[in-house]
């Protein structure tokens, strides 16, 4: 079964810029972040777990965000209305971030991604790939905040299978360490030289 492409997704595009974030950097993330093999197969599990499942994440996401104006005002005019065309086409490529992060290997290809993706928050890149008129940046700490939402709120989702309690475990702890060491690679951008 083929998927119609979703605008704007470049983890592909032959033309996306290397990242600036070189090997070394990265496996002192991982080892940071105690990202290890076993990680790596636990979320290659829970890339199963969660396949038909990604609708359903992203309403919980969605909503989440929705009922909070102060984070909804970053899918909005200036003037605070919603942009829905804008919140649907980061809804696509939120949903393919969650199929990326567990079953993509961790590599040059990968680091693009993380850096356009971190880009997009920055008034480097924001509203550019939508063509659309927000605000011009995402502050780092709703980056940095977002973490535990993301984590938390994914957990009854990876026991949806019916998985032993400490594959769960195991598949959460491998999710919880993928999103924060992507939202350390988020920040360099915002960071500069004190990444």
């Not at 290397?18 to 496996?27: I, N, Y």
């Not at 929705?66 to 649907?88: I, K, N, Q, R």
Request: proline share 7%; net charge negative; charged share 20%.
């Amino acid at each position: 079964m083929t998927h119609a492409p979703i605008p704007g997704y470049r983890y592909d595009d032959p033309h996306l810029p290397e990242s600036p974030v070189t090997a070394g950097d990265l496996e002192g993330l991982t080892a940071a972040t105690l990202f290890s093999d076993t990680d790596v197969a636990a979320l290659k599990l829970a890339g199963e777990v969660l396949a038909d499942q990604t609708e359903q994440i992203l309403d919980v996401w969605y909503g989440f965000v929705g009922s909070h104006p102060h984070l909804l005002a970053y899918f909005s005019t200036p003037e605070g209305v919603p942009v829905d065309a804008y919140l649907a086409g980061v809804r696509r490529r939120f949903g393919q971030w969650i199929t990326d992060t567990c079953t993509r290997p961790y590599d040059a290809r990968w680091l693009a991604q993380q850096e356009e993706i971190a880009l997009r928050h920055t008034s480097a890149k924001k509203n550019a790939t939508d063509g659309v008129r927000s605000v011009p940046h995402v502050p780092l700490r709703y980056l940095i905040a977002f973490i535990y939402p993301i984590t938390a709120t994914m957990r009854p989702f990876l026991a949806a299978k019916g998985h032993a309690e400490e594959e769960v475990e195991a598949m959460h702890q491998a999710w919880f360490k993928a999103v924060t060491l992507q939202v350390a690679l988020w920040a360099r951008p915002y960071a500069g030289a004190a990444w």
